[in-house]
């Protein structure tokens, strides 16, 4: 039996960071992969795993034993993946109340304490909640959650687990920005370095297109809610000290504002790009996602916002996000989603941790908002059943 108490919780979740599940450790995604799927399979509890894998990323959804129906009303969604760290960040420590450790805050500990309220709660709920466990969201989620949507697995309502809080504020993020990345080709002519007249240097071309980037998407002092455009590498085909290399290639991170005209569609921004610089080719859209967006006034955002304020005695408000999760895959085909995990600090750092007192109070707050639906009218489709 998955046992829930505080010690075993936090016991669970040492185990799960000692796990090296980055997308270079293909081998560590499957091992934390099987750890939450054993902690399913020994919480005696008689539910369905259904599994799915594309791009050698698994990814499974637990619900109530049965066929999948074709609509949840709350999907609690987790994610193993985690971004690459030192030896020492897998060896999680306790030091002055707190959890250290890759994964810490982003976010095994609440994929922990989501497949505990689930096992707790799938066989309790008048309706159909399902956990969702993915290994590929830090590496944009194409083969976890959205491979799900295509394959038709919807819900009323998706919470995602993942860290935007930190200790210091009382948020849930109804909105997240919505994401692009792209891989741009600046083409010019190989020489050798003593004779730069003989070119085109394509690493000035990168230059200049980084520069005019710039001038149109500055980088912001603060949090914005506005579009940015962040560079994250340039590269060129230059393996010589004395060659003027005739390519350069520049990554860019985008994250738009819902509404942004620029932002519509891939057409729009190869446009917006070309805009800027003519010079610029895109070769490769690693990510194009929407926003997410869920609207205040919903009435199981609502309840967890009751929920949280009643468990953490402290307002909340919502919040737009300017990172993003697997919330996106799902706002992208109309599903309300919703960011609230365990508030944390050092998020990706080499420092990053959550308050032991913050895990416990997550899991009483999830375990009083399933608590708060489960008073619900029952869902419209069992409604039906029930009086047919």
């Known amino acids: 039996m998955f046992e829930t108490d505080n010690n075993a919780l936090l016991h669970t979740i040492q185990e799960l960071i000692k796990i090296e599940s980055t997308t270079s450790n293909p081998e560590g995604l499957r091992a934390a992969y099987h750890f939450i799927q054993l902690l399913l399979t020994q919480s005696g509890k008689d539910i369905t795993i259904e599994e799915f894998e594309r791009g050698s990323k698994p990814s499974l959804l637990a619900y109530r034993k049965g066929t999948r129906p074709e609509k949840f009303h709350i999907i609690l969604n987790g994610h193993l993946d985690v971004v690459e760290g030192m030896p020492e960040q897998f060896e999680p420590r306790l030091q002055n109340g707190k959890l250290y450790g890759r994964g810490a805050c982003d976010m095994k500990a609440a994929a922990v304490v989501l497949t505990s309220v689930f096992c707790e709660y799938v066989d309790q709920l008048p309706y159909d909640l399902a956990l969702q466990i993915v290994t590929d969201e830090e590496s944009a989620g194409h083969d976890g959650a959205m491979y799900q949507v295509e394959q038709g697995v919807r819900a009323d309502f998706v919470l995602c687990g993942d860290c935007g809080r930190t200790t210091a504020n009382y948020v849930i993020a109804n909105e997240a920005k919505g994401m692009v990345g792209v891989r741009v080709a600046l083409r010019g002519q ?104 869920t609207q205040p006034d919903s009435p199981l955002l609502q309840q967890l916002k009751a929920a949280a304020e009643a468990t953490e005695n402290h307002a909340f408000t919502f919040v737009k996000n300017n990172g993003t999760s697997d919330g996106r895959h799902f706002g992208a085909v109309g599903v309300p989603a919703c960011e609230f995990g365990i508030p944390g600090e050092g998020q990706h750092s080499e420092q990053e941790y959550i308050p032991l007192q913050a895990l416990y109070t997550y899991h009483d707050t999830l375990r009083d908002f399933l608590d708060r639906t489960a008073t619900d009218a029952i869902p419209k489709q069992q409604s039906e059943a029930v009086s047919a």
Do not use: C, Q
Request: proline share 7%.
């Open 190 to 293: 190989a020489a050798h370095g003593a004779y730069p007249w003989r070119g085109d240097n394509a690493a000035l071309k990168a230059a200049d297109f980084v520069r005019k980037l710039h001038d149109h998407y500055p980088t912001p002092a603060e949090a914005t809610g506005e579009t940015t455009v962040a560079v994250t590498s340039i590269v060129t085909t230059g393996t010589s000290l004395s060659r003027i290399p005739d390519e350069a290639i520049v990554t860019l991170n985008a994250r738009y504002a819902t509404g942004d005209p620029h932002f519509v569609s891939k057409a729009a921004f190869t446009a917006r790009l070309a805009e800027i610089d003519p010079n610029a080719e895109i070769i490769e859209f690693a990510d194009f996602s929407a926003p997410m967006y």
